[in-house]
């Protein structure tokens, strides 16, 4: 029997779908990258599609890889960076396409506070920064392994990573936060007083504020982002799904079983789930999801499964 070579070689029930970043682009649009992977996880393909949401759903694949896409930001409905496993930076604003290799560190995240600023982070304390269009490396913090960033227009900005790891960056180096706890760290959240939000394994959730660490009323799960939409803040987590904050409490709202990433406009809340991403208005929920058969494709997601 011949070895299989690519993921077309596997049966399609065989081949899992996982959700990794989605953003909205206004009305209908959106955009969402996905990977496929064989049950041994040897094998990777993976898309960045261009969406129009209504009766029949619409997709462009922006981007086919055959490997994993990380993470991807967004700018506009056809204006994309995305990071491939291996460091490799795929730039796709609208009508063409360039790669960048970063060679150092195991790259898992980007963060995008604009186009002319673009953050990757990973592992062994190595991260960069896009400015004006050129990459350069960050001051390596220690062998840290750095799992998400986050900063507001004029205030800093702060990496979060494991082992109770909280960064600031002054210029192009890092200096700790020392918060006096061990936690593994998915998530920050810089906040519009100043304050810091951050989440993690096994129900680590906190404020810090004016250098105090407040721990929030949580669940026993792990957190993995944390977003803000319409005045309130999300949580999602990979065991329940998605939480809202009320005062120093996260509530439970929506049972999806896994969350993931999360991004928001004025319209929409999305969360990345196992293989869909869900979409919430304030009020209501829906979503899409990608299944496989050989082909890929995207079908509404039936919210009933999820109330």
């Known amino acids: 029997m011949r070895e299989p070579e690519t993921i077309a070689d596997f049966d399609p029930e065989e081949i899992d779908v996982q959700a990794v970043d989605g953003y909205h682009h206004g009305g209908n649009r959106f955009s969402a990258s996905f990977e496929l992977s064989d049950p041994d996880d040897e094998f990777s393909r993976s898309y960045l599609l261009e ?39 795929h730039d796709l604003p609208p009508g063409s396409v360039s790669r960048t290799e970063l060679p150092e560190g195991a790259l ?13 982070i990973g592992d062994l304390g190595v991260s960069y920064l896009r400015e004006r269009g050129r990459w350069g490396q960050l001051e390596t913090f220690e062998e840290a392994v ?6 507001r227009d004029g205030s800093p900005v702060y990496c979060a990573g494991d082992r109770g790891l909280l960064l600031k960056l002054d210029g192009r180096r890092w200096s700790r936060i020392d918060l006096g706890v061990e936690e593994n760290f998915n998530t920050v959240l810089a906040g519009p007083q100043g304050e810091i939000y951050i989440g993690g394994a096994n129900g680590a959730a906190y404020e810090l504020r004016d250098s105090e660490l407040i721990a929030l009323k ?5 957190y993995y982002d944390i ?10 987590d990979m065991s329940y799904g998605v939480s809202v904050q009320k005062g120093r409490e996260l509530v439970p709202l929506l049972e999806t079983e896994q969350g993931f990433t999360m991004t ?10 196992w293989h869909e991403f869900f979409l919430f208005d304030g009020t209501d929920w829906s979503g899409f999801e990608m299944g496989y058969d050989g082909n890929i494709f995207l079908r509404t997601v039936d919210m009933n499964n999820y109330r």
């Open 51 to 89: 969406i129009e949401l209504g009766p029949t759903i619409r997709f462009n694949a922006r981007l086919q890889i055959e490997d994993a896409i990380r993470s991807h930001v967004s700018f506009g409905p056809q204006n994309h960076i995305a990071l491939e496993l291996g460091g490799i930076i």
């Open 108 to 120: 898992s995240r980007l963060w995008a506070p604009s186009h002319d600023r673009v953050f990757a």
């Open 146 to 151: 750095l799992n998400d960033i986050h900063g």
């Open 218 to 222: 949580a669940d026993d799960v792990d």
């Open 227 to 236: 977003c803000e939409f319409r005045g309130k803040r999300y949580w999602s």
């Open 264 to 273: 928001a406009t004025d319209e929409f809340l999305v969360v990345a789930g």
